[in-house]
């Protein structure tokens, strides 16, 4: 016989209170190694013996997922290099049960990187200026202390930033000899160094230090532009002197590709096969994957000057991909700019993302990776870094207040290529402030109403500012909604109607002509309570079995008196 109200208060308070109680991380952090330390507790007793793993995230990003080592505590780390919030959210399995808890945390700074420019590590005929680009979070940072020095001399040489650009510089005037130079930066508590060795060629002390031969790379294979996929090739090259067209038959070469797939970059050391008629550096190449496969090649050799070169970009697989939108085709070759967008603000005192696609102007429009795009404004100029896929990539600025235009040229095979965008820079950043719902509310209704308030920085409305959302909902769909301008209330706001029960994450985004666009993220819940159907199916026992409790009870009251 089943007394399922009776049984529902034994289970309820027979019920375990499992708990994922951080002890780390909580607070602030530099930059490093972010520790995760948590306890599980059922009731008052310590559970040792479960599984549990975490997840570190920024904003709605899962960033990595670790599992938690077993003691007594459970523990593992994270690197974080940026600044910025993020969240560890833990999950536990115990008893076929599943339980989460979640850590919010800030690092307050971020992961200084140094990297020395000039000189390179060869041979000069005369003396090499120092420069050297310090960046943290990806983006140049212009207020690093820099200095450099040169062969255990304690002379520091500062090193400073020319107006308008992304490095830092200093003059030498160093003549013929062996050398190598120390770059410290220092920057918030941080030290970061770098060292290169080179040499200047010329007489010193009756002594000629001689300059490097040249060489170069000849490309024996692949000698096809396409493959099928999953088919094999090999990488051949071969070192010739520059000078005499000699073939090099040096067995002590370093030689290395950088090859990149559609999905990863490899680096791969190519070995020596000493041919009789060709003494060539050979690697094999597998096309297992649908897409360009860009190839750069460098050699370096003891007594020779550096030296590299760029394959011509391979295919695998015989499907034809459109040629983007927006493509601006000149001379040969095609360019389009992803960033900045046309009519883009951005705050003072930051740096200009700048990013633009570089095609050739084929039936095949295969990437470019060899173009030197340099991106100029009327008060800066810097030179693009090639990524992958025809993608270069830098920034600019910090630039002043107001309206700028941007030019990209591109050059190729001694071919111009150029197009412009224009945007604005301004102090004055949008605000967003919700309304309705709020962080963390619990919502039963069918549907809602999404309404924010987007102000300026003294807390006025703006009128014509361009709003939206982003909704995900449980089942992980993301729904994209414009919020338009209700002129009673001055609200931006539109109507959505709920598809499941859970949680619900929001981003909404502000944007307007003149202002630094923002962003908010929160959650929600949304839940409906089933209407239980009424049945004394069982519980009318209970009720018999209490009245005649009762009953019992009286007689035996009766009897004693």
């Not at 963390?440 to 807390?459: F, H």
Request: proline share 4%.
């Amino acid at each position: 016989m089943k007394y399922s109200f009776l049984l529902a208060i034994i289970l309820l308070a027979s019920a375990s209170a499992l708990d994922i109680n951080f002890e780390e991380p909580t607070g602030e952090y530099a930059y490093g190694t972010i520790p995760v330390i948590v306890q599980l507790i059922d009731n008052t007793t310590e559970i040792q013996d479960a599984e549990l793993t975490a997840e570190l995230r920024e904003g709605n990003v899962v960033i990595e997922t670790k599992e938690l080592v077993k003691g007594n505590t459970y523990t593992c780390s994270f690197e974080i290099k940026e600044a910025g919030s993020y969240t560890v959210k833990v999950y536990a399995e115990y008893n076929g049960s599943d339980y989460e808890n979640s850590s919010s945390f800030k690092v307050t700074t971020s992961k200084l990187f140094l990297e020395i420019t000039s000189p390179e590590n060869k041979t000069y005929a005369s003396s090499p200026d120092i420069k050297a680009s310090v960046k943290a979070a990806g983006k140049f940072v212009h207020d690093a202390q820099v200095t450099a020095k040169i062969n255990s001399d304690d002379t520091e040489i500062e090193l400073t930033v020319p107006e308008g650009r992304s490095y830092y510089r200093a003059e030498t005037e160093l003549g013929p000899g062996y050398y190598q130079i120390i770059v410290t930066a220092e920057k918030d508590e941080q030290t970061v160094q770098e060292t290169v060795d080179f040499t200047i060629t010329g007489e010193i002390n009756g002594v000629f230090i001689p300059g490097e031969q040249k060489m170069e790379i000849k490309r024996a294979a692949p000698v096809k532009s396409k493959y099928s996929v999953g088919s094999k090739t090999d990488i051949n090259i071969l070192l010739v002197n520059t000078a005499t067209g000699e073939k090099l038959r040096k067995s002590n070469a370093i030689v290395e590709a950088r090859v990149i797939t559609p999905s990863i970059i490899k680096e791969i050391r190519l070995a020596y096969k000493d041919d009789q008629v060709n003494p060539m550096y050979t690697t094999p190449l597998l096309l297992d994957e649908k897409g360009w496969y860009e190839i750069l090649v460098t050699a370096s050799l003891e007594g020779y000057s550096n030296t590299s070169t760029v394959f011509p970009a391979i295919k695998a697989g015989e499907e034809v991909v459109p040629l983007p939108e927006a493509m601006g085709c000149a001379n040969g070759f095609c360019m389009k700019i992803h960033a900045p967008d046309f009519g883009q603000t951005f705050p003072v005192n930051d740096t200009v993302s700048l990013k633009v696609q570089v095609l050739e102007d084929t039936n095949e429009h295969p990437p470019i990776s060899d173009a030197e795009v340099i991106a100029s404004t009327d008060s800066d100029s810097t030179t693009l870094e090639y990524e992958k896929n025809g993608y270069y990539s830098g920034e600019i600025g910090p630039l002043k207040e107001g309206g700028h235009e941007v030019t990209f040229t591109a050059t190729w095979k001694d071919q111009l290529n150029s197009n412009s965008t224009s945007f604005y820079v301004s102090p004055s950043r949008l605000m967003i402030k919700l309304v309705y719902p709020m962080s963390g509310d619990n919502i039963t209704e069918e549907y809602i109403t999404v309404q924010v308030q987007v102000l300026d920085e003294s807390g006025e409305t703006v009128a014509g500012a361009n709003a939206r959302a982003n909704i995900e909902t449980p089942s992980k769909a993301v729904h994209n909604i414009d919020l338009a301008r209700n002129a009673e209330t001055g609200y931006y706001e539109s109507s959505f109607t709920f598809t499941d029960a859970g949680v619900y994450s929001v981003k909404v985004i502000a944007s307007e002509q003149g202002y630094v666009s923002n962003s908010k993220e929160f959650e929600f819940t949304h839940w409906k309570e089933e209407a239980q159907p009424l049945s004394l199916g069982d519980d009318w026992l209970l009720i018999v079995l209490i009245i005649g409790i009762a009953v019992v009870a009286l007689a035996i009251w009766k009897a004693f008196l």
